[in-house]
């Protein structure tokens, strides 16, 4: 089955612990990207990746790395959490950039099922 | 970023009801989709609409892009509770050399049996 798996589903932790989300797709896809979404702020992109070893900065980067050594995985990591970073997280994919012309009229992204972190 | 607003914010109705949520926005967009997001899971895409004045149904479902290409419609017909959930649109809009994807916050449905 055609997906974006992610892990952990869950996770409560306490400042300043390092922790990674994983992300891994199995369609081949260029794209991905990391959202965290918010009460009455919505979807935010965090992080990108047009294609392996290419990442870029979204809209609230601050706080949070990502690495892209492998076309399948695109982890997120918080070096050191902060109570700020409690949210819901979402990795997605794409065969192509939003950035491209083509995209918008053939594609949209695949959505993982969320990971909910708690910083305590 | 552009702004994309969606209202109603919440909508909670009941079953076999109609209903009619928006997305607007001030920029041209060279397109939009609509997702819905069903509690504990990611969005999941339904439709792009590409053209002004573009009609797509799906099922009970009618999603409509505006002419000028700066708004949509999506209305639901006879609700059932499997509508519950929150209903996303994304416009893609072309700037600064390269095409940008922006979410609006969401409508949140509830359909109550």
Known sequence: EAQVTQ??????TVTGKK???????NMNHEYMSWYRQDPGLGLRQIYYSMNVEVTDKGDVPEGYKVSRKEKRNFPLILESPSPNQTSLYFCASSPLSPHSPVFTTYYGYTFGSGTRLTVV | TQLLEQSPQFLSIQEGENLT????SSSVFSSLQWYRQEPGEGPV???TVVTGGEVKKL???TFQFGDARKDSSLHITAAQTGDTGLYLCAGVYSGAGSY??????????????
Not at chain 1, 7 to 12: F, K, T
Not at chain 1, 19 to 25: A, E, F, G, P
Not at chain 2, 21 to 24: D, E
Request: aromatic fraction near 8%; proline fraction near 5%.
């Open chain 2, 100 to 113: 940008q994807l922006t979410f609006g916050k969401g409508t949140k449905l509830s359909v109550i049996p």
């Open chain 2, 59 to 61: 099922k009970r479902l």
């Open chain 2, 21 to 24: 949520v928006y997305c607007n």
């Open chain 1, 7 to 12: 892990n952990p589903r869950y996770l409560i």
């Open chain 2, 45 to 47: 895409l339904l439709v």
């Open chain 1, 19 to 25: 922790l990674t989300v994983t992300c891994s797709q």
